[in-house]
C-alpha cells in the first residue's frame, strides 16, 4: 500500500530498496526556501542496520502489508520467548536477538501484537502502557521537590527510566513503552 512521504510514523513498516525497515525517528521539515520533506531514521529487520533517509512530500513510499495478531506472552528460556495465540492455542516463539530490549517489559499472559510478513514473526507491538514495582531509586533531596527534576529508578523487570523525586523503592507505577517515560504512581 502506497503512502504519502507525510504520512510515515514511528513504529511503521515501510518496504524500501528491498528490504523491510522500521522506523525509529521521524521529521517534518518546512524549510523556508525549497520543498517540504520528511527526514527518516529507519532500521532494517532483516540486516539489523539503520539508515536516515530523506524523502519529498510529494514523494510516496510503499507500507509493508503486514497481518497483526494477538498473542499472550507465556514465558521465555535462553534463546526464544514463548507466546500463545488466545484464540486457536497456537504457540509461536521469537528469537530474543529480534525482541531486543522489549523483552525486558514482557510478563505472564501480557497481551501483544505480533506483527507477521509472509507468516514470519517480524516484531512485536506492546501494549501502551505497563505497571511495574520500583526496585531501587535514589533518596530525594530535601527541597528538590520544587524543582520538576527527575532521579533514575531501576524497575523490577530491569529497566531503566526516569522518576519524579517522591517515587520510593517498592512504589507501584504506570510507564509508557513507546517513549520509556514515567505516567503515574499507583
Given at each position: 500500500?502506497?503512502?504519502?512521504?507525510?504520512?510515515?510514523?514511528?513504529?511503521?513498516i515501510?518496504?524500501?530498496?528491498?528490504?523491510?525497515?522500521?522506523?525509529?525517528?521521524?521529521?517534518?521539515?518546512?524549510?523556508?526556501?525549497?520543498?517540504?520533506?520528511?527526514?527518516?531514521?529507519?532500521?532494517?529487520?532483516?540486516?539489523?542496520?539503520?539508515?536516515?533517509?530523506?524523502?519529498?512530500s510529494s514523494e510516496t513510499i510503499e507500507k509493508a502489508s503486514l497481518d497483526e495478531i494477538k498473542y499472550n506472552f507465556l514465558y521465555s528460556d535462553e534463546n526464544d520467548f514463548y507466546f500463545m495465540n488466545p484464540n486457536s492455542f497456537e504457540q509461536i516463539n521469537i528469537n530474543k536477538n529480534i525482541m531486543g530490549e522489549k523483552g525486558k517489559m514482557l510478563v505472564e499472559n501480557l497481551e501483544v501484537l505480533i506483527n507477521f510478513y509472509n507468516d514470519k514473526?517480524?516484531?512485536?507491538i506492546l501494549p501502551n502502557q505497563i505497571t511495574c514495582k520500583v526496585e531501587s531509586t535514589e533518596v530525594a533531596l530535601k527541597g528538590q521537590t520544587v524543582s520538576s527534576s527527575y532521579k533514575p529508578a531501576k524497575l523490577d523487570n530491569g529497566v531503566n527510566i526516569q522518576v519524579p523525586p517522591f517515587i520510593e523503592n517498592g512504589d507501584t507505577i504506570v510507564f509508557d513503552t513507546r517513549t520509556m517515560e514515567y505516567i503515574k504512581k499507583i
Open positions: 500500500m502506497k503512502i504519502n512521504a507525510t504520512e510515515i510514523r514511528v513504529g511503521m515501510l518496504e524500501y530498496k528491498n528490504d523491510l525497515w522500521e522506523v525509529l525517528k521521524t521529521n517534518h521539515v518546512k524549510p523556508g526556501k525549497g520543498g517540504a520533506f520528511a527526514q527518516v531514521e529507519m532500521k532494517s529487520l532483516m540486516k539489523n542496520t539503520k539508515i536516515n533517509e530523506r524523502f519529498r514473526p517480524l516484531n512485536i
